[in-house]
């Protein structure tokens, strides 16, 4: 992987990670795209940069990471599920990883549902206008038994590649009856724990095999992740309040048939 590469494959980290589109879609389609080979480094890389990008929730919302110590322990009820499933369909997950229709097909599975989901969930505006316009998540809001529920749609990201983490998690959130902002939030808070665990775990297994030069390529992956992330986090807050989720459908379908219609005619996207 070179520093060009490794740069762009940042920058579409912090662009998706916190967008209901997949950013581990993205970057495996990208590096297919690329040539770049999903050899043990470029792999290390995919999840490690997302350091960068959590980083990013840390510094926007720390008055949250200081508020109180139930916050932490609502989190960690959260990415139980993670945990859990993630141990145990370890190969079966790192299987779907690798195969580029899989990831197509639920891009486009996942955008349509989000053309639906502003429909579906229009009840929880309405009932949550004032917590809407404080554009804030109160933490007595979400409960134990929510954070949970949360948490295992959350699993659904991993079992299906390409669904995305973001979409999984605030959908988990809506059907608990919380503000698309609210939920939106609490995805990003939960991302933190999320990610630094997988990232956490793929480092200690693979620490050893990493050069002096590909841990400058990582440094600088996580540096533009955290920046970008923390343009598009502001960006996205202001364009759900906006605009919904339909528009982030429209782009998951347009590229997920985009992706199957390539590979129908032949193209070649290896992984």
């Known amino acids: ?65 200081f508020q109180s110590v139930d916050f932490y322990f609502k989190l960690i009820v959260a990415v139980i599920p993670a945990v859990f499933f993630g141990l145990l369909l370890n190969d079966f997950i790192e299987a779907a990883l690798e195969r580029v229709w899989v990831i197509a097909l639920n891009l486009l599975l996942g955008g349509i549902i989000l053309l639906f989901i502003d429909k ?12 809407n316009e404080k554009n804030t998540t109160e933490n007595k809001e979400i409960s134990y038994k929510t954070s949970f529920i949360i948490g295992l749609f959350q699993c659904l990201a991993m079992i299906f590649p390409g669904l995305s983490r973001s979409a999984s998690t605030i959908i988990g959130g809506l059907t608990q009856k919380l503000s698309r902002l609210n939920a939106a939030e609490f995805s990003f808070f939960l991302a933190v724990p999320t990610m630094f665990l997988a990232s956490s775990y793929q480092l200690l297994k ?10 400058k390529i990582l440094a600088l992956g996580n540096v533009v992740a955290f920046i970008v ?35 129908a005619m032949g193209v070649n996207i290896k992984l």
């Open 120 to 131: 579906w969930f229009q009840k929880n505006e309405q009932d949550n206008e004032k917590s």
């Open 206 to 215: 693979s620490y050893k095999t990493i050069t002096t030069e590909q841990w």
């Open 229 to 263: 992330a923390m343009i598009a986090i502001k960006f996205f807050i202001g364009f759900l309040a906006k605009y919904g989720f339909k528009w982030f459908g429209y782009y998951r379908i347009i590229l997920g048939m985009t992706i199957l219609i390539l590979l």
């Open 1 to 65: 992987m070179s520093w060009i590469e490794a740069i762009i494959l940042a920058i579409i980290e912090g662009l998706t990670e916190f967008l209901p589109i997949s950013s581990t879609g993205h970057m495996i389609i990208a590096s297919a795209l690329m040539g770049i080979n999903q050899e043990n480094f470029t792999k290390i890389f995919e999840v490690n940069i997302q350091l960068g990008a959590i980083l990013s929730v840390v510094v926007l919302y720390w008055k949250r990471f």
